[in-house]
C-alpha cells in the first residue's frame, strides 16, 4: 500500500468500530518525516485518544512524533465563525430576496438564525481547504466519521451550491420585481465567495493527489455498509484504490480460533470478489492497543511495510 503515502490528501473511513481512526493515525505516521497535518472531522472525535494525548480545535504538535501535527475539527464552532463574520452580508442578502416583504421583523430575525442545509459540513471542509492552500504541511490526513456521516458530507457541497442557486434566483427575482438592475454589491460577492468555495471543495476531493482508503471487516454488515461506501464515493468522483480488512483473527492452534478463521475467511473470499479491482490489505488482531507513537508506529508497519 506504499503508493497511497504518494498522495497530498488521504482520507480514511468505514463504518464505526473498524479502526479507521487507527489507520487514519497510523497513516500520518507513516508518512514521517514530512511535516504531516492528521485531521478528524468524526463529531465524536478519537484521535486524541489514538495518540494518547490532548487534541483539539487548535493545531497541536504531537508528542513523540517529529514533525506531526493534529487537529479535530468543530464544524460547530467554524460554522459560528462564519455566521458571525458574514452576518451583515447574510442580513443584505436575506433583505433583497423575493417575499421577504410579506415577512414580520420577528419572522426575518428567525429566519437569519435558522441553520444552512449542510452550511457546518461544508465550512469544516473548508477549513481544511483553506489549511491546505496556506502550505504549512507536505501531507494532510482526514479521519472521517462513520459511513452514513461521511456520505452525507461528501455530498454537502452538491446540497449548498442547490441552496446557493436558489439564493441566487430570489435575488434576481426581487431585483425585477424592483426594477433595480444595480451593480453587484456585498450580497452578490458573498454568494460568489460560497459558489467559489464548493467549486474548489469538489476539485479538492476529486483531484489525483487525494485518495480515500476505505476501512472495513469481515462482518457480514460491515461488508454490505462498505459497498455502499465505496459506490457513492465512486458516484462523487473520489479516487477508490485501496481497502484495509482490519481485525482479522490470528491463526492460533485452538478449535475457536479455527472456527473464528474459517468463518472469517469466507468473508474475506467475498470481499476480495466483491472489490476485485481494490489492491486489499488483510491486518491482524495486535496483542496490545495499537495506541500512542510507539505502538501506531508498528501498527503502520503492518500497512505500509
Known amino acids: 500500500m506504499r503508493n497511497v503515502l504518494d498522495n497530498e490528501l488521504i482520507l480514511l473511513g468505514g463504518k464505526g468500530g473498524v479502526g479507521k481512526t487507527t489507520c487514519a493515525a497510523a497513516t500520518a505516521i507513516a508518512l514521517l518525516p514530512k511535516k504531516t497535518l492528521l485531521v478528524s472531522t468524526d463529531p465524536a472525535h478519537s484521535i486524541g485518544d489514538c495518540l494518547g494525548q490532548e487534541i483539539g480545535d487548535e493545531i497541536t504538535r504531537v508528542e513523540q512524533g517529529e514533525n506531526l501535527y493534529a487537529l479535530e475539527i468543530s464544524a460547530d464552532k467554524t460554522l459560528q465563525e462564519f455566521k458571525q463574520k458574514y452576518s451583515s452580508e447574510m442580513r443584505r442578502l436575506l433583505e433583497t430576496s423575493a417575499g421577504i416583504e410579506h415577512l414580520t421583523r420577528g419572522e426575518r430575525e428567525k429566519l437569519l438564525s435558522l441553520p444552512v442545509p449542510g452550511a457546518d459540513e461544508v465550512m469544516g471542509l473548508r477549513r481544511l481547504l483553506d489549511l491546505m492552500e496556506e502550505g504549512n504541511f507536505e501531507k494532510y490526513v482526514l479521519d472521517t466519521a462513520p459511513t452514513g456521516h461521511t456520505l452525507r458530507l461528501l455530498s454537502m457541497p452538491d446540497v449548498f451550491d442547490e441552496w446557493n442557486n436558489v439564493l441566487y434566483k430570489l435575488r434576481d427575482k426581487h431585483r425585477f420585481h424592483e426594477r433595480a438592475f444595480t451593480k453587484p454589491d456585498r450580497a452578490d460577492q458573498f454568494l460568489a465567495s460560497l459558489k467559489t468555495s464548493t467549486t474548489e471543495l469538489r476539485k479538492l476531493l476529486r483531484s489525483q493527489k487525494t485518495e480515500f482508503v476505505v476501512v472495513t471487516a469481515a462482518e457480514r454488515l460491515v ?83
Open 223 to 305: 461488508i454490505e455498509e462498505t459497498k455502499d461506501l465505496v459506490n457513492q464515493l465512486r458516484s462523487f468522483g473520489i479516487c477508490v484504490r485501496h481497502l484495509v480488512i482490519n481485525k482479522l483473527f490470528p491463526d492460533l492452534n485452538t478449535d475457536f480460533s479455527r472456527i473464528r478463521r474459517d468463518q472469517e475467511q469466507k468473508l474475506v473470499e467475498e470481499i476480495r470478489t466483491s472489490f476485485y479491482e481494490l489492491q486489499i490489505m488483510e491486518v491482524y488482531l495486535q496483542p496490545s492497543e495499537p495506541r500512542g507513537t510507539d505502538n501506531l508506529r508498528q501498527f503502520a508497519s503492518l500497512l505500509y511495510s
